[in-house]
């Protein structure tokens, strides 16, 4: 049976959140997981920020478990990529809908449903160092709510100058003894507000027109290899930690030309879950560039599930 009444696709919080609800409410949903599944944690170590765990959680573990508790309930998991979507029909659906049925492929399969929730999440833009994959988790991360915990009276670099990277900056004051924000031109892309919040803290310094050319350590990162772009001159300094951010790239490709996705790629929410297709559902950092924790992801799965699970009650009035 390739119908299905909802199909969600991903298997960070946000799509097993939401398989979980659905699976609840007996609508018996088929999640495309991924072939690598469980979303951004499954690169996390210890998640200390998830309520209901108070001695932490290893992000892998976590995710497991959510998709034990899922499948408990009836969610059917399959390990593949949705590769193509198809939300453009009219009519045809054996259970009446408007645009049904809509059509999901993965490699080698397809299926239809009356229903899709879209939860694919997003992933961190990299420098694309061979050196910063190297120590990823080693003194290198790209979340400072997750990670920056881990650098009490550290000193740390931040790379980026948008809003992201003013409030990494601003929260890794909070653990951190120095923080340098390292921009690659003469100008910063944040908020004035946020430069403004930045500019009056003591702990943070900014420095324009550097990029890091190399990191360098042992087993963990020591520091790094600074290039100023206006000199030509690169030298080495030490610090701590670096936590990357330059912005982040929705997983959104396969979704262009179906929904309305906004000029970054991030689908455009409208009343909170839905999208400009009716029957199709959004949740988590696919749509949410603001907040991209893991439980506000899992808190906009389960609204989503919810959001479906009346669509489908209304058409199959
Ligand atoms: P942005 O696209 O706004 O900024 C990215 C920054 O990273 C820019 O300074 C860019 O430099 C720099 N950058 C990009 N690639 C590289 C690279 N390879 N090497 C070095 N630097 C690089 O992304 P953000 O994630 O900061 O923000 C995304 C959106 O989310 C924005 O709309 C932002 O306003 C919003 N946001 C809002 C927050 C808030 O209001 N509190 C908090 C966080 C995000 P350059 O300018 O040279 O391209």
Request: proline share 3%.
């Amino acid at each position: 049976m390739n119908h299905h009444k909802l199909i969600i696709i991903g298997s960070g919080p946000a799509g097993l959140t939401a398989a979980l609800y659905a699976a609840r409410a007996e609508l018996k949903p088929l999640v495309i997981a991924g072939v690598t599944f469980g979303g951004q944690l499954m690169t996390t170590t210890e998640v200390e920020n998830f309520p209901g765990f108070p001695d932490g959680r290893q992000g892998p573990e976590l995710m497991q478990d959510m998709v034990k508790q899922a499948e408990r309930f009836g969610a059917q998991m399959i390990y593949d990529d949705a590769i193509k979507v198809d939300f453009s029909a009219k009519g045809g659906s054996a259970s009446g809908g408007k645009n049904q049925p809509f059509k999901v492929a993965t490699g080698d399969k397809e299926f239809t449903a009356d229903s899709v929730i879209i939860a694919t999440g997003a992933t961190y833009k990299w420098l694309g160092l061979p050196s910063e994959t190297k120590y990823r988790g080693k003194g290198i991360s790209a979340c400072a709510t997750c990670d920056g915990f881990f650098f009490k009276e550290k000193e740390i670099i931040v790379v980026g100058g948008g809003d992201a990277a003013m409030e990494e900056a601003l929260y890794l004051t909070k653990f951190a003894s120095k923080v340098v924000i390292l921009n690659r031109t003469g100008k910063l892309r944040a908020s004035k507000i946020m430069q403004d919040r930045v500019k009056a803290n003591s702990k943070i310094s900014i420095e324009y027109n550097k990029q890091v050319e190399e990191f360098l350590g042992g087993e963990k990162l020591t520091g790094g290899k600074i290039k100023d772009s206006v000199s030509g001159q690169a030298d080495e300094r030490k610090f701590d930690g670096a936590f990357i951010a330059i912005g982040h790239k929705p997983s959104s490709d396969i979704f262009r030309g179906q929904i309305e996705l906004d000029e970054k790629g991030f689908v455009i929410p409208k009343d909170l879950t839905r999208t400009s297709v009716e029957g199709v559902f959004v949740a988590g950092d696919v749509q949410d560039h603001r907040y991209r924790q893991a439980v506000t992801a899992a808190g906009l799965g389960c609204m989503a599930a919810l959001d479906a699970e009346k669509y489908l009650e209304m058409d199959h009035g």
